[in-house]
């Protein structure tokens, strides 16, 4: 099973995120768009596991979210990583401290495995996009005005193919300070 921990969020905020998402559409020519259920903060990606393997993920995820206080997150403007002549476009976000990167280290230390490059805090919107790059510097320097998230818990998710669709599945929640 494929596996990762990340902050997912209300229906109503990822309704915003849509938004956000939906207002890229023009700009982009070509990519592999988010699906709305799908909108979530990695914090740190395992990969592949073993089932058996789960009660070990599950208490660094409680290890982990204790050692967070609730936070509010911040959604402030687009970003992206160039992957060869495409890009990965995303919503770059702010959070009070360096709570999320308190958990994201958390969790690399205690399991030492998965993606162990730094944290950068984000929700991807569009892989592989197509889109001109002067048109990408400009989508930018836009800021948002979305109001402030709470974010009180962390998950574990599975990440799987249901009938040809990408899909991910909560297996354990924690919540934060506790």
Do not use: C
């Not at 959604?75 to 890009?87: I, L, P």
């Not at 818990?153 to 924690?174: C, F, Q, V, W």
Request: without cysteine; glycine residues 4%.
């Amino acid at each position: 099973m494929r596996v990762f921990y990340a902050v997912n969020f209300s229906e109503e905020t990822s309704i915003n995120l849509k938004g956000l998402q939906n207002s890229l559409r023009e700009f982009v020519r070509h990519g592999r768009w988010a699906e709305v259920e799908n909108l979530h903060m990695t914090l740190h990606f395992v990969g592949e596991i073993d089932p058996a393997e789960l009660p070990l993920f599950k208490e660094a995820l409680e290890k982990a979210a204790a050692a967070v206080q609730p936070l509010s997150v911040r959604f402030t403007s687009y970003g992206s990583f160039r992957q060869g002549k495409q890009d990965l476009i995303y919503v770059k976000t702010k959070n009070s401290g360096d709570m999320l990167q308190t958990a994201a280290d958390k969790l690399k230390e205690q399991l030492q495995r998965g993606d162990m490059k730094p944290f950068v805090p984000h929700i991807t919107l569009v892989r592989r996009a197509e889109t001109d790059y002067r048109t990408l510097k400009i989508l930018k320097k836009q800021r948002f005005d979305l109001p402030p998230v709470e974010i009180k818990s962390i998950e574990l998710m599975e990440s799987r193919k249901i009938d040809s669709k990408l899909t991910y599945i909560p297996l354990h929640s924690a919540k934060l300070g506790s």
